[in-house]
């Protein structure tokens, strides 16, 4: 049998945070071995703990879930880290994915998004939510015209 996927949560609020908990620990194939509030607990406990993912929330008091995932990637580049937000822009996508993080999913996805995010990154792959994906070909061929019309 495959060793669980060990997961780590980091959002600033509680009740998201215990949700992930009930909903990762309720499937078969994942064990939570820490949570953080804010960005500035992060590393500390990544390092103890060295998860396989850390599911990292964008906007946090203390240290924001970017510079939080540069950090954790130049220490234990092993450690994967998806981004768990509700910001859908550009801006931050590529942001997210320059400071090291291997997905980005929105807050909105379904459960079962989540967890196949989850089990692509772990498996090494990179992960983007459908819908962020779809902004992101929207953006670049409406900034990108004569692509767009094949000039």
């Known amino acids: 049998m495959n060793e ?5 949560i980091v959002d600033d609020h509680p009740m998201f945070r215990k ?4 909903l990762l620990t309720s499937l078969p194939g994942f064990v939570i071995v ?4 804010d960005g500035l607990q992060v590393l500390p406990l990544a390092l103890e703990h060295q998860p396989d993912i850390i599911l990292m929330d964008i ?4 240290l924001d879930g970017i510079e939080a995932t540069r950090q954790i990637v130049n220490r234990s580049p092993h450690i994967r880290v998806l ?5 859908n822009n550009d801006e931050f996508v590529f942001a997210a994915m320059k400071a090291g993080a291997r997905g980005y999913v929105l807050k909105e996805a379904a459960a079962d998004e989540l967890v196949n995010a989850v089990h692509t990154v ?6 983007l939510n459908q819908k962020v994906s779809d902004e992101l070909i929207s953006d ?5 015209t004569n692509l767009a019309q094949g000039s």
């Open 19 to 22: 949700g992930l908990v009930m």
């Open 34 to 37: 820490a949570e953080a509030e």
């Open 4 to 8: 669980p996927i060990q997961v780590m």
């Open 83 to 87: 981004i768990l937000t509700m910001f």
């Open 140 to 144: 670049y061929l409406s900034n990108h």
């Open 59 to 62: 906007q946090m008091p203390e």
């Open 122 to 127: 772990h498996a090494g792959h990179r992960f």
